[in-house]
T-cell receptor, first 113, second 115 residues
Framework: DGGITQSPKYLFRKEGQNVTLSCEQN?????MYWYRQDPGQGLRLIYYSQIVNDFQKGDIAEGYSVSREKKESFPLTVTSAQKNPTAFYLC????????????FGEGSRLTVL | AQSVTQLGSHVSVSEGALVLLRCNYS??????LFWYVQYPNQGLQLLLK??????LVKGINGFEAEFKKSETSFHLTKPSAHMSDAAEYFCAVSDQGTGGFKTIFGAGTRLFVKA
């Protein structure tokens, strides 16, 4: 079945450590997105990519980095510069332009100890 | 830039009652509007979307929404709530960014259904 796979589902990290969240899709979608979800704040866009080797900052990119070396993969690194990294992270993809719906992964919950 | 406002962070209804979740968006032509649902510790899934054409849009699980341009609203309704409808609901709008289309979400409304 086609879909988006995020891993790990749960991750614990000590302060000062970088962590990388994986996002893989087999939907052959061009665009991929990373969102952060906190209670009462909805989803906030971190980074997005329309094509391979190109990506754009979203509304809250500080302290995060991404790469898009392959169409199916869009990993997110949460760096030690991110002040409050504990959150639920969602990866999504879309085929086509703005009328297209987003397809989401199951999410990764990061907790900083 | 587009924005989305969902009125009410929590809504509680009795089973069998009408569900009404409110959403207003900032104006841009044309707006592409969406409603998504999220169950605990899961990703979001699409309920319905408006792009062009008929302003009353029907979605999955008996939900529907009406696009009202004059009111910049896209409220979500369901005639009769079921226990399985308890979840968080997000209204969203698609926006043209510098690097392509991005989707902006409202803060969400958590729906509680009482037996």
């Amino acid at each position: 079945d086609g879909g988006i796979t995020q891993s790990p589902k749960y991750l614990f990290r000590k302060e000062g450590q970088n962590v990388t969240l994986s996002c893989e899709q087999n939907l052959n979608h061009d665009a991929m997105y990373w969102y952060r979800q906190d209670p009462g704040q909805g989803l906030r866009l971190i980074y997005y990519s329309q094509i391979v080797n190109d990506f754009q900052k979203g509304d809250i990119a500080e302290g995060y980095s991404v790469s898009r070396e392959k169409k199916e993969s869009f990993p997110l690194t949460v760096t030690s510069a991110q002040k409050n990294p504990t959150a639920f992270y969602l990866c999504a993809s879309r085929q086509g332009a703005g009328t297209g719906e987003l397809f989401f992964g199951e999410g990764s919950r990061l907790t900083v100890l | 830039a587009q924005s989305v406002t969902q009125l009410g962070s929590h809504v509680s209804v009795s089973e069998g009652a009408l569900v009404l979740l409110r959403c207003n968006y900032s104006s841009s032509v044309p707006p592409y509007l969406f409603w998504y649902v999220q169950y605990p510790n899961q990703g979001l899934q699409l309920l319905l979307k408006y792009t062009t054409g008929a302003t009353l849009v029907k979605g999955i699980n008996g939900f529907e929404a009406e696009f009202k341009k004059s009111e910049t609203s896209f409220h979500l309704t369901k005639p009769s709530a079921h226990m399985s409808d308890a979840a968080e609901y997000f209204c969203a709008v698609s926006d043209q960014g510098t690097g392509g289309f991005k989707t902006i979400f409202g803060a969400g409304t958590r729906l509680f259904v009482k037996a």
